[in-house]
């Protein structure tokens, strides 16, 4: 059971990333899935959840507007499309997916059974 996520990279600061979170031994659509993110000196940081089964999604206030989530469950993926990025956007991107089928979002938070690796995504002029 793996979650692998890619779609980093470096990107000028006003550009767009998609970020993806494909898992592995287990269909990714019944769980809640999160994105975290972790900054160089601080804490990490919930940046988006979708609840498993259901559309609900939440956003932190940080990227609310800027970002969507979304599952393709065809490709076991969940997706971080992330717009008008900046500067402060700069850190590690981890995802997560809920320990259970049918689990839901708290906010950001979820009960974490399964975390990615990281990508790494950079805004820089």
């Known amino acids: 059971l793996q979650l692998v996520e890619s779609g980093g990279g470096l990107v000028q600061p006003g550009g767009s990333l998609r970020l993806s979170c494909a898992a592995s031994?287990?269909?990714?659509?019944?769980?809640?899935v999160a994105w975290f993110r972790q900054a160089p000196g601080k804490e990490r940081e919930g940046v988006s959840c979708?609840?498993?089964?259901?559309?609900?999604?939440n956003y932190a206030d940080s990227v609310k507007g800027r970002s969507t989530i979304f599952r393709d469950n065809a490709k076991n993926t969940v997706y971080l499309q992330m717009n008008s990025l900046k500067p402060e956007d700069t850190a590690v991107y981890y995802c997560?997916?809920?320990?259970?089928?049918?689990?839901?979002?708290?906010?950001?938070?979820?009960?974490?059974?399964?975390w990615g690796q990281g990508t790494q995504v950079t805004v820089s002029s």
């Open positions: 031994g287990f269909a990714l659509k019944d769980y809640a």
């Open positions: 997560a997916a809920g320990d259970s089928p049918y689990s839901f979002c708290s906010g950001l938070l979820l009960p974490v059974g399964y």
């Open positions: 979708i609840s498993g089964g259901v559309l609900e999604t």
